[in-house]
């Protein structure tokens, strides 16, 4: 016997097909559409930062834009939307790591301690 879930919204998704007469091949929500607009002048400013020149055709920022893209819709799902995923990735790589040396706690001596028959 199979049961129907009953989590119907979690399957309608937000989909973009294309123009009208006219399928993609591919079916991507409207959010990684829109991430991957962002993401495309991002890198453009970036390779101009470091080139001074923009190219016409920006062919290393369209895949750079497609890779991230795809990678951070890879950990998103319907209770972690994307911007929970990027702001997580942003917190997590500027958190501080584990030392690469050891360091040693401080000692706890008791030299200085006393110990008296009786209390004055």
Do not use: K, N
């Amino acid at each position: 016997m199979r049961l129907r879930t009953d989590d119907d919204i979690y399957r309608a998704r937000l989909v973009y097909l294309g123009p009208p007469g006219y399928t993609l091949p591919v079916h991507l929500p409207y959010a990684q559409y829109g991430l991957f607009i962002l993401l495309v002048p991002l890198y453009m400013f970036i390779h101009w930062l470091f080139t001074m020149q923009v190219e016409l055709f920006p062919a290393w920022e369209i895949a750079l834009a497609i890779v991230s893209t795809s990678f951070v819709f890879r950990y998103v799902d319907p209770d972690r939307p994307a911007r929970m995923v990027i702001r997580t990735a942003l917190t997590d790589w500027r958190r501080t790591r584990e030392p690469a040396a050891e360091q040693r706690d401080p000692r706890l001596v008791g030299s200085r301690i006393r110990i008296r028959e009786e209390l004055a």
